[in-house]
């Protein structure tokens, strides 16, 4: 358990209990207690929550025990007797004895006693949440008008949709409105924690991977996620931190959060404190690994201290939290010869002799170890072998590019290399090298990969090259360009064609040649001699270009192959590629959820899914990752019309991007942050983003230009549309590109632009419409056409669709666009139109549903989500989205609750 208050104070060693092993005392509390009765007796209520079992109850008692000369007046439901409560009055002015106990009914003794205790007694409320609402009403307000110090536990477990929940809710808002403290026996959950800090920063709002952050850096204690907060608004720790809070060093954390933690940890012997940092080193160990590198009494020590807990739901992984970690190095704490760390580095040496694979954290603590110490890798390791020293700091070099740190990756990458040379190593010298802007040596490095090295390992080394090649911009887009190098009599074989087949990929990709794009990417994927590495990539390209063909089933085959490839990977990962699985497995997670924004496939549950990929990017500390997942959070938020937090996600994943990066890379991340520059009226920063794009010698493809001249005709709406050759809004174009052609329709459909006619809007939309399978695409398709040929009914009815839909800004439109139709003059149109049309809906649909069509709708209508109903009939979730929007279309329905009214008995 985590505990946490607002004291400064030291906390003494609690007495042992007789025959009480060290390792199973209880922590102690006396800072607690003390802080607690302090803010008593200033007239300050107090809240203590914790789950069952965690002593609040017992916390609390201490409390009110300590201060005795105050009126104190105890109440707890009666949980035997529904709607009673138990009263205990203990009056210092009337003798010691601690008074009497009586059952009163809410409402009449009661509450004249609680009413009438103002001015001079604390309420001990025990189990507050389990009273009645009136009850619990009227003790809130009497604490929030200062006419009772109130002292109430409450189970901080509680689900938030129970009644119980609501409860505690309704306690933690005294907290929350300055008018009571709060003592935590078990930390925030997340979502607690995300709304102290969007609540401390306001106006300030910091973005999704500093919040994540600051609550993993936290571990729960509400006293540290505020005074971390304050920290991260500071002038100095911007968001273009690229270390985030700049965590795992001393000297970095507020002085305040420095002395709370070392107060916490007062107890803890120097054995202890040592285990503390190594574990924080190795974040997210299995309890197993962890007991073995520590030993069993002291991880057992730890955990009943707080200083380690569970690293989150569905796991057993343990991790340190890193602001006591850092509390330790701040005392100028160093690593003892014969204590845990020492043992721990000998244990991983041997645990990787005998087949074990070693974790990225595990690797970098060795290899940091070696480069420390002055007789080298033997030194603290005497048993390690060369081939092993060259394998494990591979992997700390990879890590540490991760970690955004490239001085630190590139002397892994050559004590790898100096150790035992490998391609693996000569990359990884050559990725450090290029973020720190020495292209020559980055090229020149790779030229040390030994003869003999395994097809694998060049086939990477091969693709390595020609990410670099690409960031240097020394390939054009040019059809000519596409096709694999070399002269008919010097054809690429083995792993470099491999890698040119992808590279032709990538750049038909660039071109905006989907269908060419599609088909490379496609027949590398089903290329078994190809390596992993090189499918699981052409996985991602090859559903970024089925999205932006409107081919949603496709789209969900490729995820699925995708899932399955990098499953692959991960089984037969060794030390060797343990970083790499977690870098290309979320390369193509955040690709595809990417492709799947594209085409408008997954709205409603992405928000979750990207943070639950930055939730574990941030703990494992690899920021690079972070700049794609800030970039996709922005890029919602656009959507959903939150232009500042947009342009707040992407200013933080510019800032973070991994150097060097490709140019449509970056000219996707400028084109998003300047288009919400220019919805915010800021469009002279907008357009000086994309002069830079197109500044000179930067690599210009037909993708970047698009993106620069969509930001511009938004910025000014005068200048002509973006020019995607052909036209998006030409019939044939919006075949070829459905996806392009039926947004680019939309947006003039809604800026109701006189240069393009109703007529080749409709054409454009109906054309496209034809190319797709995806239920949101073919909605945005209505939607064109009903716009443009004033269908106020069918805007209406989209209204309700793109809400289901989570497109909230096409749901603005549709609704603006139907008022005006309506009634402009009337702001009730709309709704009066809706009753009309739902009266003339309860007759028998003209279009009968498909039977799968209904058992999707009567699932939907029994509240299954779609992925629920997805997985209960064998379905992709994008085919559950299509049949769900038809039957809705069908019916009338305006939502899932909508659908089961509709059905009937079916539901």
């Not at 974040?283 to 020590?301: C, N, Q």
Request: aromatic content about 2%; proline content about 5%.
């Amino acid at each position: 358990m985590t505990e946490s208050s607002t004291s400064g104070r030291r906390a003494g060693r609690a007495p042992r209990r007789p025959g009480e092993p060290e390792a199973l005392r209880t922590p102690p509390r006396g800072h607690l207690v003390r802080e607690a009765v302090r803010q008593v007796r200033d007239g300050t209520s107090v809240l203590v929550l914790g789950a069952p079992g965690s002593g609040r109850s017992h916390l609390a008692r201490r409390v009110v025990d300590s201060v005795p000369e105050l009126r104190v007046l105890s109440v707890r439901s009666a949980t035997s007797v529904p709607g009673l409560i138990v009263s205990t009055v203990h009056d210092p002015e009337q003798g010691s004895a601690p008074g009497t106990v009586r059952r009163v009914p809410p409402g009449t003794t009661g509450v004249d006693d609680l009413a009438g205790t103002a001015g001079s007694t604390v309420v001990l409320a025990d189990d507050a949440h389990l009273l009645d609402a009136e009850h619990l009403q009227m003790l809130c307000e009497l604490a929030t008008d200062g006419r009772v110090v109130l002292v109430a536990t409450a189970d901080a477990t509680a689900g938030a949709g129970t009644t119980h929940g609501a409860a505690a809710a309704r306690l933690t808002s005294l907290w929350l409105d300055g008018r009571a403290g709060r003592v935590d026996l078990v930390g925030l959950s997340e979502t607690e924690g995300h709304e102290l800090v969007l609540s401390v920063a306001g106006s300030r709002p910091l973005d999704l991977a500093l919040r994540h952050t600051i609550l993993v850096a936290a571990g729960g204690s509400p006293a540290t996620i505020r005074e971390l907060t304050l920290e991260a608004l500071r002038d100095d720790r911007a968001t273009s931190n690229r270390d985030l809070l700049g965590l795992h060093g001393p000297g970095l954390l507020p002085p305040r959060t420095v002395e709370r933690a070392r107060h916490r940890l007062d107890t803890l012997s120097e054995h202890e404190r040592e285990s503390l940092v190594l574990l924080a080193r190795l974040d997210g160990l299995d309890p197993e690994r962890a007991m073995h590198y520590v030993g069993d009494a002291t991880l057992r020590r730890l955990l009943r201290h707080g200083s380690v807990t569970p690293a989150g739901a569905g796991t057993t992984a343990l991790r340190a939290t890193p602001v006591d970690a850092e509390a330790v190095l701040a005392d100028g704490h160093t690593w003892s010869a014969s204590g845990p760390y020492a043992r721990a580095l000998r244990s991983m040496v041997d645990l990787d002799t005998a087949g074990l694979v070693l974790t990225p954290f595990e690797c970098l603590l060795l290899s940091d170890a070696w480069l420390g110490a002055a007789d080298g890798p033997t030194g603290p390791t005497p048993a390690v072998a060369p081939d092993q020293v060259s394998r494990i700091a591979t992997v700390a070099a990879r890590k540490s590019t991760a970690m955004l740190q490239p001085y630190r990756a590139l002397a892994h990458a050559m004590l790898a290399l100096d150790t035992h040379p490998t391609g693996a190593a000569a990359v990884e010298a050559s990725r450090a090298l290029a973020a720190l802007g020495s292209t020559r040596a980055a090229h020149e490095v790779l030229g040390r990969v030994p003869p003999g090295t395994s097809d694998e390992a060049l086939e990477l080394v091969s693709l390595w090259r020609a990410e670099l090649d690409d960031w240097e911009g020394t390939r054009s887009d040019s059809s000519a360009d596409l096709t694999e190098p070399g002269t008919p009599d010097d054809p690429p074989s083995g792993p470099v064609a491999t890698v040119e087949r992808l590279r032709g990929a990538v750049h038909a990709l660039r071109a905006m040649r989907w269908r060419e794009s599609l088909d490379l990417a496609t027949g590398l994927v089903d290329d078994d001699r190809a390596g992993l590495v090189v499918r699981l990539r052409a996985c991602g390209l090859a559903g970024m270009a089925a999205a932006f063909l409107g081919h949603g089933a496709q789209l969900e085959s490729i995820t699925t192959t995708g899932r399955r490839l990098h499953d692959a990977l991960a089984r037969q990962v060794g030390s060797a590629s343990a970083q790499q699985v977690v870098d290309e497995g979320t390369a193509f997670f955040s690709g595809s959820a990417a492709a799947h924004l594209a085409c408008s496939l997954g709205w409603v549950e992405m928000p979750a899914r990207l943070d639950a990929l930055m939730r574990r990017a941030v703990a494992a500390r690899d920021v690079a990752h972070t700049s794609t997942l800030s970039a996709l959070a922005g890029y919602l938020a656009l959507a959903d019309g939150d232009d500042v937090t947009a342009e707040l996600e992407l200013g933080a994943a510019i800032d973070r991007a991994p150097r060097p990066t490709t140019h449509e890379t970056h000219a996707w991340l400028v084109s998003v942050r300047a288009t919400a520059l220019a919805r915010l009226g800021r469009a002279v920063e907008a357009e000086r983003l994309c002069a830079e794009l197109e500044a000179p010698g930067a690599t210009v493809s037909a993708w970047s230009a698009y993106l620069v001249e969509s930001v511009r005709h938004l910025a000014a709406p005068t200048t002509s549309l973006p020019a995607v050759a052909p036209s998006p809004l030409g019939v044939e174009a919006a075949a070829l590109q459905p996806t392009i052609a039926l947004f680019a329709a939309a947006e003039a459909a809604a800026s109701h632009d006189g240069r393009v006619s109703r007529q080749d809007l409709v054409d454009a939309a109906t054309a496209a419409r034809q190319q797709t399978d995806i239920g949101s695409l073919q909605a945005v398709a209505d939607y064109v056409i009903a716009a443009s040929t004033a269908d106020a009914g069918s805007l209406a009815d989209l209204t309700r669709t793109f809400e289901g839909l989570g497109m909230r800004h096409l749901a603005d439109a549709c609704e603006e666009q139907a008022l005006r139709l309506l009634d402009p003059d009337s702001p009730h149109a709309l709704s009066a139109w809706r009753d009309r049309a739902n009266r003339a809906e309860s007759e028998p649909a003209e279009e009968p549903l498909t039977a799968r069509e209904r058992e999707v709708a009567v699932l939907a209508g029994r509240g299954l989500s779609n992925r629920d109903i997805a997985a209960r009939l064998f379905l992709s979730v994008r085919t559950v989205e299509s049949h769900l929007y038809l039957a809705r279309r069908k019916l009338g329905a305006a939502s899932r609750r909508d659908l089961a009214d509709r059905l009937g008995d079916d539901a």
